[in-house]
Structures are given as C-alpha cells and as structure tokens.
C-alpha cells in the first residue's frame, strides 16, 4: 500500500508516524522506503512511502477505500 510520495524522506517518516498513530488499521504493517531516480541521472529523487506486506490485494483495497473517505491518499500497489 502507497500512502505518500516526496522528494524528502524524512516528510515521509513523519507523515507515517501522524498516519500510524491515527489509522490503527495500519498498526499492523510494516513501513518502507522506496526511490526513483531520474533515469537521465538529472533531476531529484523521488520517494515512496509504503507499507506492508498485505495479505491480499482485496485487504489493500479495504484499507484505502477507508483512508481514502478520511481524504488520505492510498492505493494499492503490487510487488513482486
């Protein structure tokens, strides 16, 4: 599940700390930190708050259509 992107980690590691303590539905997951770099090697990183893993994709679905009628951003994001 993605919850959040910026180009600075540390507003990410805030917006899970404000996020876990008011959702408790997210207690459960576990956060990590993904990147994009910019393939040209120009431009900024961009950062993805995500948290997981889930059991299925229908669980993702729940758990943002809940956030989402909050007006959190969610959506649900496969792994391999």
Known sequence: ???GTDGDVNNLESL???LSAKYKELSKFTP???????????GREL?????GPGKNL???D???SSLGR???FCSVVRTQ
């Open 1 to 3: 599940i993605e919850l």
């Open 16 to 18: 899970w700390g404000k």
């Open 32 to 42: 990590f930190f993904s990147v994009d770099a910019p393939a040209d090697g120009q």
């Open 47 to 51: 950062f993805h708050l995500r948290v």
């Open 58 to 60: 229908e669980e993702g």
């Open 62 to 64: 729940s758990i943002c």
């Open 70 to 72: 909050s007006g959190v």
